[in-house]
Each structure stands twice: as structure tokens, then as C-alpha cells.
């Protein structure tokens, strides 16, 4: 696997560490369940780094020395890449021939390096995009910045060059097609999966929510992934007093990294706009920011805390630091619902793991959200960024214990669909059938070449 701009060992939520840092741990993990031997290769960010680090048993980190250890934004590292490539390369003639069946890239950065080992070794290529520049570029925030061009042009080559391309979603293999030309043939949608060990309702066991260990469709819920939601009981009680919140306020949790993307500030302008309409509201809402400026956000890493400033809403919002994905999940347990107000979503996998802790969500219509989300059910879903709109949504939860009950206990069957190992098996089926077409493939250019030697 090659994860050039963001290391599976990063503390996701904060700088480019998010979703896709999940994604990599959780699948490289079970993958390993099933016997497949699964190397990491990511850029060093720090001198005291190891060259490996063993992240689960069948599950190495390698760390490849491209560009200055630290300093370097992700914008910076196309032109870091014909170094990364060379130590990929290095690492791989330190073994015998064939030691690599696969090569499998995230995002268009590695990409661009799997293209080149896939080549070098014959071996497939098999790329998830997770997110694509011209999907963000037209669902822009107001103040964010563009993908550059060269992006478009990497990505576009990628998907030329890639044996598989994984899709999260129907909608995003849709959109690799009618942007990126892809093939009909290179498609194949894999849902990414949730830790249903730790994102769990607060009255599961640790090995209750069972149903990691059976693929998507076939998943049945179980009555502990389907017991009562987070949101009530004495456990929901102490969580929140550990937290410092409110035993009685709705909570409206925001998770994830600080930028324009996730739009966290129309939560904000939308909590404001329920205090104007209902001023009384004040003494009953708080609203859990928990996580790192990212991306375009590094730029004013303090505007959300203005912006709550400007609105006055300073006293009902709580900035919290990333957390590890135990002290997150009590955060989704304590919370009523989830809110992720994003502009573009490949899948949204906190929407999941809230969902798994029996918290409902609320959530931007856009990208894989609607499929993570059912819409009235296990959640709502709104169009659009209007914080009219939010505000509107939002409050229906305030005043409705009975709503965010039944929500919860639909969403934590709903996300128990949803085990990180049937995601595996879905990848590892995707492996095999592009192996199986490399064979193919080898094997009638042999007969191309043995045909025209016959015929001389």
C-alpha cells in the first residue's frame, strides 16, 4: 500500500490525518486476518522514526526519506515524488524477485508512485481516490481553495494507468466515468467499514457489536448493535460529566478536522441562528468542536473561534483536540447527534462510527453521506449550506428525546452493516480478479509473440 502525503500512524483529525488514515489501518488490519501480508509505504515526518514500524501482526509501516522531515504541505510534495518513488523501488530490490504481488495506492499522490512500481514490477495497480479534484472544485466553500490543475492532470493519469479503481460509493464510480473517463471495467464498489469493537452503544459489550465478520449485504444486526443509543441512560450521564458537559443540554457534536470542507461554521452560524429565533435555547445547547485546523484551514487556524466570537455563541462552544478513536467514541455516545454540514464527502466515515454508538446524524446531502446516513431514519439529511436550513433541522432534535431514541437504535443497527472485514473480503476480491486479468494478459501476449514467431 502507498500512503505518500499522510502516515497510518498519525493521530487522525488534525493536519492531513482524517478518514483516509482510518481507511488504510482498518482495511491493511483485516486484510492481515486473512492472510494477506500487507507493507505501508509512507514519507518520513521525523528523524526519530524508525525505517518499519510493525502496526498489527502481517502489517508494516515503511517510512521513505523524500523531502525535509517537516515543513512540507501536502502542495509541496509532487515534487517530492521521483524521491519517494526511488525508495520505494530500493525497498523492493532489497527481496527476491515477485516479493510484491499488488500494489495498492491511496489518493493521487501515491498514485502517481504506484503507477510507476506496478510497471516496474508487472505487477496490478489498484488506486482509491478517496477524494477527486474536480468533485471538490465544484462544491467549493465560500473561502476555500482550489485543486490546481496539476492535481486534475495527475489523477486523470492515475485512472489511465490503474488495473482497479476502488469506488466508495455507486455515485463516486459515476463520477470517475463522467470525469475522469474511467472504465466500466476498472470499477468496483467497495463500502469502507467501521470498528464496531470500539464504536459501539454505550450498553454493547466489547465484543458485543458483533457483525465486523460478515460482508455488507449479508450482515445481520445484532441485539447489541441494535440496543439502546448512547443518548440515554446513567452511562450517557457519567460520560458526560467526564467530558464537562451538560447532563441535560443537547449536544451538538462536531468531529473531524478544522477546514472549509467540513464546513464546521455553518454549525456555528446555524446554532446562532436557533438562539435568535429561540433565545432560551442558550441554556440548553453546547457544541463540541473536537479536532485539528487542516488543509486550507491551516491558513486561519483561529477563524472558528472568532467566527463563534462574532456570532456570540463563544459561551456554548467547546474546542476540544483530536482524540484517539476510544475517547471519540465516548465523545459519539455523549453526544445527541453528529453534524457534518461538509461540502463533499467521498463516504463520510464519522458519520459511520457515531452511527455505531448509537448517536444519530445530521448531515450535508452530498457525496457518500446519503448512503453512510438514511435520510429520516437513522438521521437527516439536508441540502444545501443555508444555516436557515440547519437551524431548522437542528432544532427538531431539541425537544424530541423520544426522536433521537429511535434514531439512535436505527442507526447503530444500520452501521453494524457496515464491519471493517467485510470490507476486507470485498478488497481481497477486488485483488483477485486483477491478478487473475494480469495472468490473462500475460499470457496472450506469450501466445501473440509464440503466434509470430510461428508464422517467421
Known amino acids: 500500500m502507498l500512503s505518500v502525503h499522510t502516515s497510518p500512524l498519525h493521530q487522525p483529525g488534525t493536519g492531513d490525518a482524517g478518514g483516509m488514515n ?28 524508525p525505517p518499519t514500524v510493525e502496526l498489527a501482526p502481517g502489517v ?12 512540507l504541505l501536502k502542495e509541496d510534495l509532487p ?5 519517494f518513488t526511488h525508495g520505494v523501488l530500493r525497498a523492493e530490490a532489497g527481496h527476491r524477485p515477485g516479493h510484491y504481488d499488488l500494489v495498492h495506492s491511496h489518493y493521487w499522490l501515491s498514485g502517481q508512485v504506484g503507477w510507476l512500481a506496478s510497471e516496474r514490477w508487472g505487477v496490478p495497480l489498484v488506486h482509491t481516490m478517496h477524494t477527486m479534484a474536480k468533485v471538490k472544485n465544484a462544491s467549493l466553500a465560500l473561502d476555500d481553495t482550489p485543486e490546481p490543475p496539476a492535481r486534475i492532470i ?4 492515475v485512472v489511465s494507468a490503474a488495473d482497479r479503481l476502488i469506488a466508495n460509493t455507486t455515485e463516486e464510480a459515476e463520477q470517475l466515468v463522467h470525469h475522469y473517463d474511467a472504465r466500466s471495467d476498472q470499477l468496483a464498489v467497495v463500502h469502507p467499514g467501521v470498528n464496531l469493537e470500539v464504536f459501539r452503544p454505550a450498553s454493547a459489550s466489547p465484543t458485543g457489536a458483533v457483525g465486523d465478520a460478515v460482508s ?35 449536544v451538538l457534536l462536531f468531529a473531524g478536522r478544522i477546514q472549509p470542507l467540513k464546513a464546521p461554521d455553518v454549525l456555528l452560524r446555524a446554532v446562532a441562528e436557533m438562539l435568535r429565533r429561540e433565545p432560551a435555547l442558550r441554556d440548553r445547547l453546547v457544541v463540541p468542536i473536537v479536532g485539528g485546523p487542516s488543509g486550507s484551514g491551516m491558513a486561519r487556524p483561529e477563524s472558528l473561534h472568532k467566527l463563534a466570537a462574532q456570532l456570540g455563541i463563544s459561551d456554548i462552544v467547546r474546542f476540544r483536540p483530536p482524540v484517539e478513536q476510544a475517547a471519540l467514541a465516548d465523545w459519539y455516545r455523549a453526544a445527541t447527534a453528529l453534524v457534518m454540514p461538509s461540502y463533499s ?4 466515515l464519522v458519520a459511520l462510527e457515531a452511527q455505531a454508538c448509537g448517536t444519530p446524524v445530521v448531515a450535508a446531502a452530498v ?12 438521521g437527516f439529511l439536508v441540502d444545501g449550506h443555508d444555516p436557515r436550513d440547519w437551524a431548522t433541522t437542528l432544532r427538531r432534535l431539541v425537544d424530541a428525546p423520544e426522536l433521537v431514541a429511535r434514531m439512535g437504535e436505527a442507526a447503530a443497527r444500520h452501521a453494524a452493516a457496515f464491519g471493517w472485514a467485510g470490507a476486507a473480503a470485498d478488497t481481497a476480491e477486488v485483488y483477485r480478479q486483477a491478478m487473475h486479468a494480469g495472468v490473462e494478459r500475460q499470457r496472450a501476449a506469450a501466445g501473440a509473440v509464440a503466434s509470430g514467431h510461428g508464422q517467421r
Open 60 to 71: 508494516l509501516v515503511r517510512h521513505i526519506t523524500a523531502g525535509p522531515f517537516e515543513g
Open 154 to 157: 495527475g489523477e486523470t493519469q
Open 79 to 83: 515534487a517530492q515524488l521521483c524521491a
Open 345 to 348: 464527502e467521498s463516504f463520510g
Open 216 to 250: 455488507h449485504a449479508a450482515a445481520a444486526p445484532t441485539a447489541a448493535a441494535a440496543a439502546a443509543p448512547a443518548g440515554s441512560g446513567d452511562h450517557r450521564d457519567r460520560l458526560r460529566s467526564r467530558l464537562g458537559l451538560p447532563r441535560d443540554a443537547t
Open 22 to 49: 482510518v481507511y488504510i489501518v482498518e482495511l491493511s488490519k483485516r486484510l492481515a486476518d486473512r492472510g494477506i501480508e500487507v507493507e505501508i509505504f509512507t514519507r518520513t515526518t521525523s528523524s526519530d522514526l
Open 367 to 378: 457525496g457518500g453521506l446519503p448512503v453512510a446516513v438514511r435520510d429520516g431514519e437513522t
